[in-house]
């Protein structure tokens, strides 16, 4: 709302055209693991119309992939909480296990480990979490490196090419 005067003045919501809306299955990377940076994921805003959808560079994205180093865990009854931290930001990362596991199974990776997620992009009372559907912990010194790399190559071309 914008305050004009006395009076309260509406701003319109974002307007995106239902039949571009309907097209959104038929775009590729709103059912990839989209390569982000976490910065990235702080900045999304949410796609009008769809549950647990966001906007990016004017596409619709669920899930992303990203790359960092754990710096906080927590092991819960049924959850396991990562911190991961990629240089540009930080995240919250929830993975869903079997509580009956024993420790050692539950928790993939330990603090320092440079690991791989990939996950659903949730928002829990304003701040972007990602609910892990894979993890895994890196053996190569360069995968966080690589990663960057990457992001920054698709953000140029793949990521910048107009909406279906």
């Known amino acids: 709302m914008v305050l004009e005067g006395l009076q309260t003045v509406k701003t319109p ?3 995106i ?3 571009r809306c309907l097209r959104w299955g038929a775009d590729p990377m709103f059912w990839a693991n989209v390569k982000l940076f976490i910065s ?3 900045s999304l805003a949410p796609a009008p119309g769809i549950e647990s959808s966001f906007m990016y560079m004017s596409k619709p994205i669920s899930r992303v992939h990203i790359v ?3 710096v906080a865990v927590q092991d819960k009854a049924r959850r396991v909480f990562y911190s991961v931290d990629d240089g540009s930001g930080l995240v919250e990362c929830t993975h869903f296990v079997d ?3 024993p420790q050692a199974q539950r928790v993939v990776a330990k603090l ?3 690991v791989r997620v990939l996950g659903s992009i949730k928002r829990y009372f304003g ?3 990602l609910k892990v559907s894979a993890i895994s912990v890196e ?3 360069h995968a966080e490196l690589m990663h960057w790399i990457q992001v920054c190559h698709l953000k140029d071309t793949e990521y910048a090419e107009p909406p279906c």
Request: aromatic share 0%; proline share 8%.
């Open 40 to 42: 990235d994921l702080h």
């Open 68 to 70: 960092g180093t754990v």
């Open 112 to 114: 320092g480990d440079c």
């Open 99 to 101: 509580e009956m596991k």
């Open 127 to 129: 701040r972007v979490e």
């Open 139 to 141: 053996r190569d010194i």
């Open 17 to 19: 055209p239902m039949e």
């Open 13 to 15: 919501p974002l307007h």
